[in-house]
């Protein structure tokens, strides 16, 4: 089954919930004590949010996402220069910004191949002996990380997205989730940068996405730039810790 059935009709057919991850992708053990943190809510935050959706981190979620500790998660990847700054909010306090949790996040890279797998009929490219963008990082005072990147691509069936596993400083997940992107920023960055355009749009909108179709006003991230100077996307997700 090739990634685009999967994500079609392969969570029905499996008896899996699209909320829960795949059999099979099981992540290893998280070892908190490779990154620092209290997991404590911090700053002066008050009102109302609401806690972002659970998604599914499969098929490709991070394998041993303690070893992956940085900030430029890039590798060999090239493409149009993305900043990604992630915000963290604790539900159970007001709406604080949550200090010291853990943030893994991964996407394709601009052909929309994803590191860690391969030589299957999911993903046919063999990239399973390498990690390019996948990476960790740990909360500050202010709930925010950080990470360099490049602009991901896009596969058939799949909206262009980023996954995001969020855990407590112990170790303990608090939400799995995955970040949209707004359709005219896409739109620019596949017709216009020259190591993208040849493949055009995306063929799947937000709306049409199996993840993002029953409503992503919460997951939908903003972004800032151009194809030259690079985007900025910033975005923030809403635990219960």
């Known amino acids: 089954m090739n990634r685009k059935d999967f994500l079609k009709k392969g969570f ?3 008896g899996i919930s699209m909320v829960m991850p795949l059999t099979g992708c099981t992540k290893t053990e998280v070892d908190a004590a490779s990154t620092s943190g209290t997991g404590t809510s911090t700053g002066t935050t008050t ?3 609401t806690v972002t ?3 599914t981190e499969g098929p490709f979620p991070t394998k041993t996402p303690s070893s992956l500790v940085l900030t430029d998660i890039r590798s060999d990847r090239t493409g149009v220069p993305f900043t990604i700054k992630i915000t963290i909010q604790n539900k159970n306090s007001s709406c604080a910004a949550l200090k010291g949790a853990l943030v893994d996040i991964w996407h394709c ?3 929309g191949y994803y590191s860690e797998y391969g030589g299957t009929g999911m993903q046919s490219a063999n990239f399973t002996s390498v990690h390019f963008l996948r990476g960790r990082q740990t909360t500050d005072a202010n709930g925010l990380v950080g990470f360099t990147s490049i602009f991901p691509g896009w596969y058939s069936g799949r909206a262009p997205h980023i996954h995001v596993h969020i855990y407590d400083s112990t170790g303990k997940s608090l939400l799995v989730t995955q970040i949209a992107f ?3 920023v896409c739109d620019t960055v596949y017709t216009t940068a020259t190591t993208y355009y040849t493949r055009g749009t995306q063929d799947t ?3 049409r996405d199996n993840v993002f179709s029953d409503g992503f006003t919460t997951e939908l991230a903003t972004i800032t730039g151009s194809v030259s100077a690079g985007y ?3 975005h923030t997700i809403v635990v219960s810790a």
């Open 182 to 184: 707004p359709k005219d």
């Open 205 to 207: 909108t937000n709306e």
């Open 12 to 14: 029905t057919a499996l």
């Open 232 to 234: 900025v996307l910033t």
């Open 109 to 111: 890279d601009r052909d």
């Open 47 to 49: 009102g109302s949010c």
């Open 53 to 55: 959706p659970s998604e």
